[in-house]
Nanobody
Framework: VQLQASGGGLVQDGGSLKLSCAASGGTFSRYNMGWFRQAPGKEREFVAAISRSDGITAYVDSVKGRFTISRDNAKNTVYLQMNSLKPEDTAVYYC??????????????????WGQGTLVTVSS
């Protein structure tokens, strides 16, 4: 499956952005999906995940209550709604897809497919 992330940009502290990740070349509903981010000089870290069928979600503690992951299987797209953005959310955001049993995954190694990344910059 190929993944194409979009929706990044420059936003002020406290603002909102919605990222999208469009999938092609596979049966989207079979994949558990996730969002990761990588800030300059840091490791890529887990942000959010959603399971393939029942839509169970998981978040890193730093974004709970501010970010929402969702998916539209009819549109082959996963979303990340980001509210109350902070400068520390600045990073390149990547979407990823994982085969297998339907549950949320937090580890990079569990994802087989990755999008190209979209840059989110939050100014203070």
């Amino acid at each position: 499956v190929q993944l194409q992330a979009s929706g990044g940009g420059l936003v002020q502290d406290g603002g909102s952005l919605k990222l999208s990740c469009a999938a092609s070349g596979g049966t989207f509903s079979r994949y558990n999906m996730g969002w990761f981010r990588q800030a300059p000089g840091k490791e890529r870290e887990f942000v959010a995940a959603i399971s393939r069928s029942d839509g169970i979600t998981a978040y890193v503690d730093s974004v709970k209550g501010r970010f929402t992951i969702s998916r539209d299987n009819a549109k082959n797209t996963v979303y990340l709604q980001m509210n109350s953005l902070k400068p520390e959310d600045t990073a390149v955001y990547y979407c990823a897809a994982a085969n297998g049993l339907g549950y949320t995954r937090r580890r990079r190694a569990e994802y087989e497919y990755w999008g190209q990344g979209t840059l989110v910059t939050v100014s203070s």
